[in-house]
């Protein structure tokens, strides 16, 4: 079973902030935060991971709190193009290859 | 750009005629995944090589085979398809040291299969 929960859907506006919360209260010390969206009809895509400092890249920021019990994923301006189901996955980084997909969030981008 | 190729994107069977899917990288990863996906549902792992290592999950049925005839080729086989088996099929990448577990997974487009 995935190890994290997630709210069903979202909605954001075109250019404001989307801020995806995922709770994994029983997290590992070992184990790393991953992000991945789907968009329609295609494969997912790799967005982001990290263990407990707050990451960010060209795509997003990903925040985890100090108990690494839930973590938050902030895609900073919205656009349409975000529209897509996004997946918290937690796994450690060595040890296994499997990710466990959670049902995920829907992300609605509106214009 | 490298990337992770799926072919076709669309697949058609009757039920019970074997079928294969192919998936081909050029990424020059080590590690690739086979994933279904049916509707409304989250990708779920079928199996995965590590190099020519083959690594099968535990409830993955038997129906589902796979062959990995070098490291950009990967294939899944469906020997008797059946109506439950129609989903998307997803193949992956990764590339892993060491048997670290692999950094993040490089996913293609995916091939819907539909069995009549």
């Known amino acids: 079973d995935a190890k994290t929960t997630q709210p069903t859907s979202m909605d954001c506006a075109e250019g404001r902030a989307a801020n995806l919360p995922c709770n994994h209260s029983?997290?590992?010390?070992?184990?790393?935060v991953y992000w991945y969206r789907q968009i329609h009809s295609q494969g997912p895509q790799y967005i982001i991971h990290?263990?407990?400092n707050n990451e960010t890249n060209e795509m997003a920021s990903l925040i985890i709190t100090e108990d690494r019990k839930s973590s938050t994923l902030i895609l900073p301006h919205a656009t349409l193009r975000d529209t897509a189901v996004y997946y918290c996955?937690?796994?450690?980084?060595?040890?296994?290859?499997?990710?466990?997909f959670g049902t995920g969030t829907r992300l609605k981008v509106l214009a | 750009d490298a990337m992770v190729i799926q072919n076709p994107r669309y697949q058609v069977t009757q039920f019970g005629k074997p079928v294969t899917l192919s998936c081909s990288q050029t990424l020059n990863h080590n590690v690739m995944y086979w994933y279904q996906q049916k509707s409304s549902q989250a990708p779920k792992l079928l199996f995965h090589?590590?190099?020519?290592?083959?690594?099968n999950e535990a409830d993955t049925p038997d129906n589902f085979q796979s062959r990995r005839p070098n490291t950009s080729f990967c294939f899944l086989d469906i020997r008797s398809p059946g109506l439950g088996d129609a989903a998307m099929y997803l193949c992956?990448?990764?590339?892993?040291?060491?048997?670290?577990?692999?950094?993040?997974?490089?996913f293609g487009p995916g091939t819907r299969l539909t069995v009549t």
């Open positions: 992956a990448t990764s590339r892993d040291r060491g048997g670290t577990g692999g950094l993040e997974q490089y």
């Open positions: 029983t997290i590992s010390g070992n184990e790393y």
């Open positions: 090589y590590y190099d020519k290592d083959f690594n």
């Open positions: 990290g263990l407990k």
């Open positions: 996955i937690v796994r450690p980084y060595s040890g296994t290859y499997k990710y466990i």
